[in-house]
């Protein structure tokens, strides 16, 4: 049990390296713009760019790499990460920056694909929710701890300074692989297929993660831009407001882990919510400031929830493999991503900052419409694969 406890451990400061290298552009997007010469919808983009190239190769890497032992692979995919980021914090242009984070969104591609039911295979059934919410809390702590140390890093000694940190954070989750992730096989153990496989039920899952990750990046990509611009928020006031977002992000994690080993489907249904409806409230009431730094706390405690909620989801509903299971709703993750990026840019362009709030909102209602069909799309379109 020592040995398991210490590799999901390992593996929960990967997924903190991982969610912290993608999302470090939000906290320093300004300081990445003023010193590349680049506007700041260029410089959001690259999360964009990041989420794109996941979404591509996520299905075709995960299956070539099915065979390759689990612990070899993960090892391999940290020293990547480790090297990107340090691409990252050295590269002189805004095209070798991008280079440099599609390289590590290639390493995060497999990875995500593949943690989930490594982490469930060394565990009993009975507590998969919180297992997973072990390693989607040091996910959770990539934008509660990353974005607003990022932010503050960059404001004090450049933006080149945190893709540093990252850089070291990086290397300490591969050496803390190397050195205590023991051999896991998967395909012997639960977790190799779903409890109660169900494709309908499955393509449900993934739309609801494309459409709510999707409504969450359309408004938090550009968070710096509505907090100062539509907010009033002192620059300076924004690493600590994304500090306590995470950290309601980080106890929504918690929450969402235990509530999916108990009710799976309305641990999904509030998550998606809560998102919902707070980002239709920041939209409403924007100006204020008391009330915004509460609504953004709304939505990191929503979305933390919504992670191993969804997760433990597709682990029950998988209609195949649980690793290919895992790389489709990975690639719905980082649709919802570049497609909620991309249109926040879209709209900042547009009606502006403010707007960024109401369409994620309205994304977020669409997804939960759909998940509360679920039982009936199933119902009325049985296709179901038993084991």
Do not use: K
């Not at 280079?99 to 590590?104: D, E, Y």
């Not at 109401?358 to 009936?376: D, S």
């Amino acid at each position: 049990m020592r040995t398991r406890i210490i590799a999901m451990s390992a593996l929960a400061a990967s997924a903190f390296c991982y969610v912290a290298t993608e999302t470090m552009p939000i906290g320093i997007l300004s300081l990445i713009a003023g010193d590349l010469g680049v506007s700041r919808a260029a410089v959001g983009l690259l999360i964009t760019g990041y989420a794109v190239t996941v979404a591509i190769v996520t299905i075709p890497l995960t299956y070539g790499t099915r065979n390759i032992p689990r612990r070899r692979l993960l090892v391999a995919l940290l020293f990547a990460l480790t090297v990107a980021n340090l691409l990252s914090a050295l590269a002189p242009t805004y095209g070798v920056l991008l280079a440099a984070r599609l390289c590590a969104a290639l390493s995060q591609a497999i990875f995500w694909a593949v943690v989930a039911p490594v982490v469930a295979a060394m565990f009993d059934v009975t507590v998969r929710g919180r297992v997973s919410a072990v390693v989607f809390a040091g996910a959770s702590l990539g934008p509660m701890l990353g974005v607003p140390a990022g932010a503050w890093l960059g404001q004090q000694y450049g933006w080149r300074s945190a893709f540093l940190a990252l850089t070291g954070l990086a290397l300490a989750a591969f050496i803390a692989l190397l050195a205590g992730m023991p051999d896991v096989r998967v395909a012997e153990t639960h977790a190799a297929t779903g409890t109660s496989p169900d494709a309908r039920r499955y393509a449900v899952v993934v739309a609801v993660t494309t459409l709510s990750v999707a409504g969450l990046y359309t408004a938090f990509t550009y968070t710096e831009v509505f907090l100062t611009a539509v907010t009033g928020f002192a620059a300076a006031a924004v690493a600590p407001l994304l500090l306590a977002r995470g950290l309601a992000d980080f106890a929504g994690i918690a929450a969402g882990g235990y509530a999916s080993d108990r009710w799976q489907r309305g641990a999904v249904t509030g998550s998606v919510l809560l998102v919902a409806a707070a980002l239709i409230a920041q939209y409403a009431v924007g100006e204020s400031r008391p009330v915004t730094a509460v609504l953004l706390a709304v939505t990191g405690f929503g979305i933390g929830a919504l992670t191993p909620a969804l997760q433990n989801r597709v682990l029950e509903v998988a209609p195949g493999s649980t690793d290919m299971a895992s790389a489709g709703n990975s690639v719905a993750f980082n649709v919802g991503i570049a497609g909620g990026s991309l249109l926040g840019a879209a709209v900042l362009s547009g009606p502006g900052a403010r707007a960024t709030a109401l369409a994620g909102g309205l994304l977020a209602l669409l997804a939960l419409l759909l998940f509360a069909a679920e039982p009936v799309i199933a119902r009325r379109t049985p296709v179901t694969i038993r084991r």
